[in-house]
C-alpha cells in the first residue's frame, strides 16, 4: 500500500492551493486520514484530519482557511487550502490507516505515510 500526494506549489499570501492523496495497492479498508506539515528544523504537525465517516478535526490556526474531504470510493484525501498564509509555508504529508489482508487472511492495519509535497506561501 502506498499513499502519493500531489498539488503542491508556490503561491502568494491569501491564494489557495490544493492538495490530494491517493491509497493505492490491496488495502480494504482506510480508516482515519490525515494531513500533516513539517517545516525543516521543527517537529511534524497535525494540520487536519478526516474519520471514515467524515468527522473532521483541524489544527486551530487553520480552522476556517482549510478543509479536509476523502472519497472513500478512490481512497483519495483532499485539503483545500484557501486565505493561505506564509507560515503555511511547509512540507505536508498525507497519512492513513489502511487495513490489508494477507494470503492467510490475517487483517493488518498500518499506519502510513505519503512522500510529502512542498506548499510555499509567498509575502
Known amino acids: 500500500v502506498q499513499l502519493q500526494a500531489s498539488g503542491g506549489g508556490v503561491v502568494h499570501a491569501g491564494g489557495s492551493l490544493s492538495l490530494s492523496c491517493v491509497v493505492s495497492g490491496t488495502a480494504f479498508r482506510i480508516n482515519a486520514m490525515n494531513w500533516y506539515r513539517q517545516v525543516s528544523g521543527k517537529q511534524r504537525e497535525f494540520v487536519a484530519g478526516?474519520?471514515?465517516?467524515?468527522?473532521?478535526n483541524y489544527l486551530d490556526s487553520v480552522k476556517g482557511r482549510f478543509t479536509i474531504a476523502r472519497d472513500n470510493v478512490e481512497n483519495t484525501v483532499y485539503l483545500q487550502m484557501n486565505s493561505l498564509k506564509p507560515e503555511d509555508t511547509a512540507v505536508y504529508y498525507c497519512n492513513a490507516d489502511a487495513w490489508e489482508r494477507d494470503y492467510y487472511g490475517v487483517d493488518t492495519m498500518s499506519n502510513l505515510w505519503g512522500q510529502g509535497t512542498l506548499v510555499t506561501v509567498s509575502s
Open positions: 478526516i474519520t471514515r465517516d467524515g468527522t473532521t
